[in-house]
């Protein structure tokens, strides 16, 4: 199984900042690479997907990047509806594995 | 619009079985493969499950192996998720997801979610 990893697990950050989340896969995954944004009792929503390109209707401040094994989200400036656990995800083989997430939260 | 509605969660006793639906709309559903991920209170996401399209195949997590059957009626534009054999584990939320569009690199993510249907298993 491919393992996920996120850092940081936490994130604290004031509403403007720019906030960088990790993730790394265990082997190479290409660029089959998802993150996803989930709010307390909600569903997750799709924010990347291919590492790099932003699903639709998704503000411009969010971009993903990288490819292999290494990736990153970045929020270029930290919204108040931006503060939520983030969720890395590959899609490169089954079984289908997440990061164990990352939590912005307020500073 | 795309709309996925699970049901069908509740309490159980472990070592009894519950049946999950999840009723699509919105979207050719027999155009798309579709995953069960479930969430443990306080926990991250698991993917448990995925039913090709057509049906024709099925991929499980370890952790539900031989105690979860996943099917579809595209008839219906319904999938469901068996669910046997329960332990205080498979406590969670469970989310049906969708597969997102056809790509010629056969790579799909999770494009839509439901809300999700709580499932506790507790004697």
């Known amino acids: 199984d491919i393992q996920m990893t996120q850092s940081p697990s936490t994130l604290s950050a004031s509403v403007g900042d720019r906030v960088t989340i990790t993730c790394r896969a265990s082997?190479?995954?290409?660029?089959?690479l998802a993150w996803y944004q989930q709010k307390p009792g909600k569903a997750p929503k799709v924010l990347i997907y291919k590492a790099s390109s932003l699903a639709s209707g998704v503000p411009s401040r969010f971009s993903g990047s990288g490819s292999g094994t290494e990736f990153t989200l970045t929020i270029s400036s930290l919204q108040p509806d931006d503060f939520a656990t983030y969720y890395c995800q590959q899609y490169n083989s089954y079984p289908r594995t997440f990061g164990q997430g990352t939590k912005v939260e307020i500073k | 619009q795309v709309r996925l509605v699970e049901s069908g969660g509740g309490a159980v006793q472990p070592g009894r079985s519950l049946r999950l639906s999840c009723a699509a709309s919105?979207?050719?559903?027999?155009?798309?493969?579709m995953h069960w991920v479930r969430q443990a209170p306080g926990k991250g996401l698991e993917w448990v499950a995925i039913i090709w399209y057509d049906g024709s195949n099925k991929y499980y997590a370890d952790s539900v192996k031989g105690r979860f059957t996943i099917s579809r009626d595209n008839s219906e534009s319904t999938m469901f998720l068996q669910m046997n054999s329960l332990r205080a584990e498979d406590t969670a939320v469970y989310y049906c997801a969708r597969d997102s569009p056809y790509d010629s690199s056969g790579s799909y993510y999770f494009d839509y979610w439901g809300q999700g249907t709580l499932v506790t298993v507790s004697a």
């Open positions: 082997q190479s995954i290409s660029s089959r």
């Open positions: 919105g979207f050719t559903f027999s155009n798309h493969g």
